[in-house]
């Protein structure tokens, strides 16, 4: 036998204080079982036999024995066997005999020439599963020198997996082996090209630790080697699904050390994906014709999304758009969201690392958030990153990698808010996302069996989920391909919620399930809705800030003592329009031609917006200016001496109204009064009056009923059910006993 095999078995038995006998005590252990089951096989099987049980068993003390015996020759192995007989260590057989005489398996060796600094030769020799290395070093002796080869066990390698993760383009070795560790064989296992040190046993270490050179060839042979043996697998940090070989995949998982996969990601591995369903024929037809019955443009824009952001590593979308819904409540935009969605991080947590702790390891599927209302700072940022990167989501946290994959969904009752650093950054994130405002007149679901539908969905959630998963695995890349491509007359931001609902589409047609979208239809609400974040909608922006100024400035004027607080005398009083301008920095002016001007700095802006939720919040005057060109305000922006106050001024011209009845306003009517002014059938002004009705009710330590508004406002039921409902949708007022209101 080789040099190598006897060294290195003479180098286990030193570690592992083997001797002879026990060295075939083991052996024989388990060539007996085989030979008393199998006594016609010839020798060489049976020593096969024991290779194979080591490899397969992990039994590296089998290994270790077989090898240890390989290097002895014949006579020495008698002369072993007669000795255990003779001191009765082992039983007598007369197969003994013919078990060792037989022995001569073995393995061919791959040699590895590496480069050293300390020693005159090293080698790496392949004696697969084990790899071993040599060693020559010149030593004295006596008077002289001599060569000394030693050989040192790195590892025995178990199992050796090639893995390509398709999601993020990277190649990694998963080696999975045993090494000696002083006088223990322990476990090894490595996921990282760079970790190859891991594998090698203390013998080798100590030796590396002399000589970097040899380190590094040595970590570059073995890369050579377990390359070689290497099982080619496709494998993802995470749940993906991908294409393989022109099919949809769910590939496996791997997961390095550096890694964190967050609980809500363990918890849907373990009880959709790692759990076998058998779903019956009438139950799966169930949840199609439940999931069905929620066709309306919130409802779709949620499956469409579910379906979506499945598909985000099979067609690569430009976008992958967040979506964000709000309006009237209690008509489904949560419960369908919270159903099909697979994080919902609270709209508390606000930074990205408090984010990613709930959605790392999902490499799709959706990311809810409810009633999350501002967006801004890191996250917002990294969501209009995302958006381009295939919903890619990294954040690197005391040596951690927290990452994802997903598509983010958000719904509300108010309108979502953007804390911006500029209108062009508005734009930026309008332009890569999806707006839907939910109104109860069109959104409302008539069907009375909704509620048992979406009771049935959510008792078998799990099951539904893995379900619509194994249902879009049967298609084949290429219809999907198709699909995205017929979405190509649509803005790129709609075409992967357009891909998701001719999925759905199809995938009802497999249960004869008929169900009609009307994709234009969606579109224009979506594009609707857009315009009420980047404008303001059936809302003028003068009425807006006139309104909101003209109240304060008739507040200041009560405040300062002014004996006739009322529109007609505040735009026109120096020292209100003086002390307004320096605590707010805005004021509404009469001039001297009959018109109204109103004037506001930049910080003046930003206390407007801060107060009127449609206004972008916009903090120089850059911005500023772009957004009143962007929704066609004439103004001037210059210095200006206002009531003696010397600032730089934005100013508005706006068209007078008829104030001859103003002069005579009580100060307690005046909030009533300056909307009659300004225009008593604006939608602003009857929910300005009803807001004031309420207000004025509270102050006085009383709630105020539903029919004493409707004596008071004058109002028609349908106007005064939808002022209370956006009052309430926005925090103002609360309703906390059946129609009696307050003021929050």
């Not at 007598?92 to 600094?117: A, K, Q, V």
């Not at 804390?419 to 707006?435: N, T, W, Y």
């Not at 959510?458 to 194994?470: A, G, P, Q, S, T």
Request: hydrophobic share 40%; net charge negative; with cysteine.
């Amino acid at each position: 036998m080789n040099e190598a095999i006897d060294l290195m078995a003479k180098n286990l038995v030193k570690t592992l204080n083997y001797d002879l006998k026990k060295a075939v005590a083991i052996i024989s252990e388990y060539i007996f079982k085989f030979f008393d089951e199998n006594p016609e096989s010839v020798e060489l099987d049976l020593i096969e036999y024991a290779y194979n049980l080591a490899e397969n068993e992990n039994d590296i003390n089998l290994l270790v024995a077989l090898k240890f015996i390989e290097t002895l020759s014949e006579k020495e192995i008698k002369d072993v066997i007669e000795s255990a007989l003779k001191d009765a260590f082992l039983q007598p057989r007369n197969d003994i005999r013919i078990i060792f005489n037989g022995f001569s398996f073995g393995l061919p060796d791959d040699i590895y020439p590496l480069r050293t600094e300390t020693v005159l030769e090293a080698t790496l020799i392949d004696k697969y599963p084990l790899t071993v290395l040599e060693v020559k070093e010149l030593r004295k002796k006596g008077d002289g020198d001599e060569i000394k080869t030693e050989k040192l066990i790195i590892c025995k390698i178990n199992t050796i997996e090639h893995i390509y993760n398709p999601v993020d383009k990277v190649s990694l070795l998963h080696v999975n082996a045993s090494k000696i560790k002083g006088n223990e064989i322990i476990p090894v296992e490595v996921l990282d090209i760079k970790e190859l040190e891991k594998l090698y046993s203390s013998t080798v270490v100590s030796k590396l630790k002399k000589d970097t050179l040899l380190y590094s060839t040595l970590h570059d042979a073995m890369k050579t080697l377990l390359l070689k043996h290497a099982q080619e697998v496709i494998k993802v940090c995470g749940f993906a699904i991908i294409e393989t070989d022109g099919k949809i995949t769910i590939p496996g998982t791997y997961q390095t050390q550096d890694v964190v996969f967050s609980e809500d990601f363990e918890k849907f591995r373990k009880l959709v994906l790692d759990k076998e369903f058998k779903t019956p024929n009438w139950k799966k037809r169930a949840f199609i014709e439940c999931l069905a019955k929620f066709n309306k443009a919130h409802n779709l824009t949620t499956i469409g999304a579910f379906f979506a952001s499945h598909l985000i590593h099979i067609v690569k979308p430009t976008i992958v758009p967040p979506i964000f819904i709000w309006g009237d409540s209690g008509i489904g935009k949560t419960s369908l969201a919270m159903l099909l969605s697979y994080s919902n991080p609270s709209s508390t947590q606000t930074t990205l690392h408090q984010i990613l702790q709930h959605i790392s390891g999902f490499r799709n599927g959706i990311v809810y958030f409810d009633e999350k209302i501002e967006w801004g700072g890191q996250v917002l940022q990294e969501i209009k990153y995302a958006s381009t990167n295939f919903g890619y989501l990294h954040r690197k946290s005391h040596n951690k990698h927290y990452f994802s994959n997903m598509m983010v969904l958000a719904t509300s009752n108010p309108k979502p808010k953007f804390k911006i650093k500029g209108l062009e950054d508005l734009k930026g994130i309008v332009r890569r996302s999806i707006f839907l405002e939910v109104l109860r007149e069109l959104d409302a679901i008539d069907d009375k069996s909704i509620d048992e539908a979406y009771d049935f969905l959510d008792v078998h959630r799990e099951e539904l989920i893995n379900f619509l998963i194994e249902e879009l695995l049967q298609f084949d890349v290429e219809t999907l391909k198709e699909l995205y491509d017929s979405t190509g007359t649509y803005k790129e931001k709609y075409r992967m919620i357009v891909l998701g609902l001719k999925v759905w589409q199809e995938i009802c047609k497999r249960y004869n399930v008929e169900l009609n979208i009307n994709i234009d239809k969606l579109i224009s609400r979506y594009e609707k809705s857009e315009k009420e974040v980047l404008g303001l909608g059936e809302l003028s922006f003068i009425d807006l800030i006139k309104s909101k100024i003209l109240e304060d400035m008739v507040d200041i004027a009560k405040k300062i003592g002014c004996k006739d607080a009322c529109i007609y005398v505040v735009i026109r009083e120096n020292n209100v329009i003086k002390a307004v301008l320096e605590t707010k920095h805005y004021a509404v002016v009469k001039q001297k031609n009959g018109n109204l001007k109103i004037v506001f700095t930049v910080q003046g802006y930003k206390n407007l917006s801060e107060s009127i939720k449609e206004l972008p919040l916009l903090d120089n005057s850059k911005d500023i200016s772009n957004y009143l060109k962007s929704i066609n305000i004439e103004f001037e922006y210059k210095h200006a001496k206002v009531a003696g106050v010397l600032q730089k001024y934005f100013t508005i011209e706006v068209p007078e109204t008829d104030d001859s009845e103003a002069e005579d306003i009580e100060v307690e009517e005046l909030s009533n009064e300056v909307l009659k002014l300004l225009d008593n059938n604006s939608w602003i002004a009857k929910h300005s009056k009803v807001y004031n009705i309420i207000k004025e009710a509270t102050e006085k330590g009383e709630l105020i009923s539903y029919m004493e508004l409707l004596e008071k406002t004058g109002f028609d039921e349908d106007t005064l059910d939808k002022i209370l409902d956006k009052l309430k949708r926005d925090g103002d007022i609360d309703e906390p006993f059946p129609s009696k209101y307050r003021i929050l």
